[in-house]
């Protein structure tokens, strides 16, 4: 299979680099997705916008180009090009992100000066603060979060062949390594998991045995993340933790987290912009996937002294998966009864 690769930016302006992207992109022999040259399927009951969106949920690789321009905004407050980004961090699609080096260099006088003047000027830039917010989105994302500056299409050419060579190195090493890292981790975990039980049971084994299972699954990876990558906690301790039945501030407690949820949005905006923030979208609830106007935003910050703030709906989605937890020991119970 020949991967498609989407090439998502706004038109008009970076038409030149479009192009010379679309060349490096065939002369690797794959499938360029671009609006402009008529590769977008639209379909009968999608809007135009909502077909890129389409095209973007189905192709293999994304090269996202954020120039001077933000272009108009959607419904939901998001321009196409955003929500095609959206779309395919949603999707977990590999992406490619090209930022114009002008535009960062904008970004941080922006930054150093937001607080004293608020009116700064940039030349050609039409939603100059969408378009930070675009790029800090890009940059605070928990994964896929490199960004690439260029000051000329043979340097963004020079980039994106760069990527894509990692890209399939990565995929090389992953296909032909018979058992990975990960997986002799947890089948380590497992072993050691039976000697501890042996053949008599008790309820406290087989709990520790039915949380360490469920986390371990591909769909709490999410949760895996944050717990160890991010707040840096044992798996045991956590697992442990979780037989108790605890909402997430129990859990927190338990683990001696501080733990706070806030809806303020100047306490994110303030702490975003800091290296250890960190922010996500959309809904982490197993088996669900909102839609790309949904305004269920899940926001998460890890300050400098360690306390975890998070907002209402990743709350919502935290005790969402308190609750799963849950239902799983209550399904191991009934079964042994």
């Known amino acids: 299979m ?17 192009d010379t992207i679309r060349d490096c992109i065939n002369d690797l022999g794959y499938s360029p997705v671009m609006s402009d040259h ?14 890129c969106y389409t095209a973007m949920a189905q192709s293999h690789l994304a090269i996202l180009i954020i120039g001077k321009r933000y272009s108009k905004v959607s419904a939901n407050s998001f321009s196409v090009t955003e929500n095609e980004y959206r779309t395919a961090a949603q999707r977990k699609i590999p992406i490619v992100t090209l930022v114009d080096r002008e535009v960062m260099a904008f970004k941080r006088v922006y930054e150093a000066n937001r607080l ?6 940039f030349p050609g830039m039409d939603d100059p603060v969408r378009t930070f917010d675009f790029v800090e989105t890009v940059s605070r994302s928990p ?42 981790d947890v089948l380590a975990e497992i072993k050691t ?20 299972r469920f986390l371990i699954a591909d769909q709490q990876k999410w949760i895996r993340d944050l717990l160890e990558k991010i707040l840096k906690q044992d798996l045991d301790l956590v ?7 605890l909402s997430w501030e129990g859990l927190m407690q338990g683990l001696k987290i501080p ?17 250890n923030s960190v922010r996500c979208w959309g809904s982490s609830i ?16 890890v300050t400098k002294d360690g306390k975890l703030v998070v907002n209402g709906h990743m709350h919502a989605d935290l005790n969402a998966f308190i609750a799963l937890v849950q239902s799983e020991l209550q399904k191991a119970d009934d079964k042994s009864h």
């Open 2 to 18: 020949i991967p498609s690769i989407f090439v998502s930016s706004t038109v008009r302006d970076l038409q030149y680099l479009r």
């Open 38 to 51: 008529g590769e977008i399927g639209y379909l009968p009951d999608q809007s135009a916008a909502e077909s």
């Open 116 to 121: 004293n003047d608020k009116n700064l000027q």
């Open 143 to 184: 994964s896929n979060n490199g960004v690439l500056e260029y000051a000329s299409a043979p340097e963004a050419r020079r980039a994106v062949k760069q990527q894509l060579a990692l890209l399939f190195g990565d995929l090389l090493a992953k296909r032909y390594d018979p058992v990975r890292a990960e997986v002799k």
């Open 193 to 212: 998991l039976r000697q501890e039980i042996g053949k008599k049971r008790s309820v406290v084994s087989r709990h520790y045995q039915v949380v360490l």
């Open 239 to 245: 697992v442990r933790a979780l037989q108790k039945g």
């Open 259 to 275: 733990f706070e949820v806030s809806d303020n949005p100047e306490f994110f905006d303030r702490n975003l912009a800091k290296a």
């Open 286 to 301: 197993p088996n669900y996937s909102p839609q790309i106007n949904s305004d269920l935003i899940c926001l998460f910050v």
